[in-house]
T-cell receptor
């Protein structure tokens, strides 16, 4: 079990540029989640996938954000026209199951984004 | 909507002392509650979870938490703090398909 991996671990970009992050979940996990964590706060839910289907998106996910999970394996989160307010840690998590509320989500190490 | 509130953004204890991190929840249905720990520059690691079985839940690294419905609480405890326990701790409640996290409590352990 190699755990959830995320790349890159750090990203510095200029305002207005596009960025893309990748998440590789635990191999047999069918559900994948994206969260955003700002300094001094807990993670906030952005979106989740069951297999390749994106089933829910938070209102935090503006139209500049898009996430995909082709073939139900890895996922990418893209932010277009980045703004300074997008600076945060972006966390990915995965779980195995049908969405039972007691199901454990396993988190990756995160991608820290700094928008200058 | 369900939510959690963590009382105290910073807690400092001496090595060997009791650790008590407070979490209160708000939920109209039986909640599923979690405690996660986050070390610097790392993701979140599950410590323990409550899923309506036993009210006293034992987790990893000697931590445990007790679900108290009458107090709407799910406080995290450890009898004796170790230097390696210094980290950020998050309480969370499962809301449908996402987790709702508290703001976190930073635990400092003094030698």
């Amino acid at each position: 079990d190699t755990g959830v991996s995320q790349n890159p671990r750090h990203k510095i970009t200029k305002r207005g540029q596009n960025v893309t992050f990748r998440c590789d979940p635990i191999s047999e996990h069918n559900r994948l989640y994206w969260y955003r964590q700002t300094l001094g706060q807990g993670p906030e839910f952005l979106t989740y996938f069951q297999n390749e289907a994106q089933l829910e998106k938070s209102r935090l996910l503006s139209d500049r954000f898009s996430a995909e999970r082709p073939k139900g394996s890895f996922s990418t989160l893209e932010i277009q026209r980045t703004e300074q307010g997008d600076s945060a840690m972006y966390l990915c998590a995965s779980s195995l199951g049908q969405g039972a509320v007691g199901e454990t989500q396993y988190f990756g190490p995160g991608t820290r984004l700094l928008v200058l | 909507a369900q939510s959690v509130t963590q009382l105290g953004s910073h807690v400092s204890v001496s090595e060997g002392a009791l650790v008590l991190l407070r979490c209160n929840y708000s939920s109209s249905v039986p909640p599923y509650l979690f405690w996660y720990v986050q070390y610097p520059n790392q993701g979140l690691q599950l410590l323990l979870k409550y899923t309506s079985a036993a009210t006293l839940v034992k987790g990893i690294n000697g931590f445990e938490a007790e679900f108290k419905k009458s107090e709407t609480s799910f406080h995290l405890t450890k009898p004796s703090a170790h230097m390696s326990d210094a980290a950020e701790y998050f309480c969370a409640v499962r809301e449908r398909n996402d987790m709702r996290f508290g703001a976190g409590t930073r635990l400092t352990v003094k030698p």
